[in-house]
């Protein structure tokens, strides 16, 4: 028979004590995160949006320019699966100031792409059929023209990816740097165009 000391059973209990936290804290090891990120989901579910790094307004759901039914002016172009990259200018009826301005800009833009720039086009869009100015086609040379109702296109410059598909949207006091920034990023991560 064997007889327990009196200081064994402190010591014991200790380990015991000891062994039990360690067990609490492989679970709360376990638990934390998930509670963490239930709350994190929580909370940022019904909060604003999360900030973006794009200076145009990005057009969700997507949308297809072959849809809108434009078409090119001397009828060798399309903007659908054409691998490259598009730059739109569309004008409501004759391309004004502020729309004259925008087609500058954008010359300009694809200059200052550098080796990128042959992975862009430019395009002005005349809807209601306001056709080719010659002032301006003398000037653009590169420009391409389409014309048609355009539906849900709006007056300002779209970024249209070469699948068809318009990505972003700006007015035209924007065409310029936030334009170049943000084709700059696309550039960088596209694999197509």
Known sequence: MTT????????DSSRMWRNRLTLIGLFALAIVPLFGAYWLYQSTRTSAPWSTTNHGELLTPIQSIADRGLQSADGSVSMVDSGVWWLVTVSDGGCGESCGHAVFELRQLHVLLGKDADRIKRALVE???????????????????????AGA????????????????YYDYADAGKPILEDLKKLLKVSHIG
């Open 4 to 11: 327990q000391r009196p200081d064994e059973q402190p010591q």
């Open 127 to 149: 809807l209601g059929g306001g056709g080719v100015d010659p002032e301006l086609a003398e000037r653009y040379p590169q420009l391409n023209w389409f014309t048609g109702s």
């Open 153 to 168: 296109l709006r007056a300002g410059v779209y970024i249209v990816d070469p699948h068809g598909n318009l990505v972003l």
